[in-house]
C-alpha cells in the first residue's frame, strides 16, 4: 500500500495511495502525499488481487510520482496529477492531483474522464495533512483505527502520451476537521466495485462517511516534510 504523505507506518504494505488536488486554489490542498506501502489486504484480497503488480510503492508518495493504482481487474503504473487527453504537452498551470467530487463532472480537466466511466482505485496505508503549529508546519499521519487499507476513489486519463490519475477529495468529517476540511474520498469494498464498474454518480449519490469514521490521526517526524525522504520511520507516531 502506498502511503501519500499523511499515513503512519503502516503493517500492510501493498496498496498505494496517490492523490490528487482540483482546479481550485486552496492555500493548502487536501491529500498532497500518501503512503501506499501495504501488505495484509484483508477484505479486499478480491478487488485488488495484484495489487502492487511489482510497481514500487512508498511512504511519501507526491504529486508526479509514477504509483500503482486498480483500473478494472488490473494493477497499472500511472503518474500522480490528472493530464487531460486533449492536451498535448504535461504543462498545466493548476495542479490535477486532486478533484473536489462536488465538482469534478463540470471541471474542464475531468468532465471527460468522468463522463467516460475512466475511474479508479489509489489504495493506500494513509495519508499526510499539515497544521501550522508555534514550532512550525508540523505533520500528521492519518489512518484506519483498524490497521485496514484505505481505497480512494480516483479518475485517469491519457493526455500527453501518458496515463495519469487524480484523487477525488470530500468534505471532512467530524473527526478531521479540525485538521483539515477536506479530505480523500474513500470507499469501502461494495462501493469500490461499483466505482470500478463506472457507477460513479450512484456512488457520489449514496457514499457515505462509514469508511472513514473509525480514521484519527498522529503526529509524525518533520522528515515528511520534504518530498525526497521515504522509509517507515515517516508515519511512526511523534514521541510528544
Known sequence: MLIYRSFDALIYSKIPYLIA??????????????????????????????????????????????????????????KWGLVPAWVKEAKLKYSTFNARVESAPQKPAFRQAWRRGQSCLVPALGFYEWRNEVSGKQPYFVRSSQGLPLVFAGLWDSGAGQSSFTILTQAANDSLS???????????TVYAQRWLEGDLKSVVEEQ??????????YPVSKEANNARNEGAQLIAPLDC
Open 178 to 188: 479540525a485538521l483539515h476540511h477536506r479530505m480523500p474520498f474513500i470507499l469501502d
Open 21 to 78: 488536488c482540483d482546479i481550485s486554489r486552496e492555500r493548502n490542498p487536501v491529500c498532497g502525499r500518501y503512503a501506499n506501502h501495504v501488505t495484509a489486504m484483508q477484505q479486499w484480497s478480491e478487488i485488488l488481487r495484484d495489487w502492487p503488480a511489482g510497481i514500487p510503492t512508498g511512504y511519501n508518495i507526491s504529486p508526479g510520482q509514477i504509483v500503482p493504482v486498480v483500473v478494472g481487474t488490473v494493477t497499472m503504473p500511472m
Open 208 to 217: 457515505d462517511f462509514g469508511p472513514v469514521n473509525d480514521l484519527y490521526y
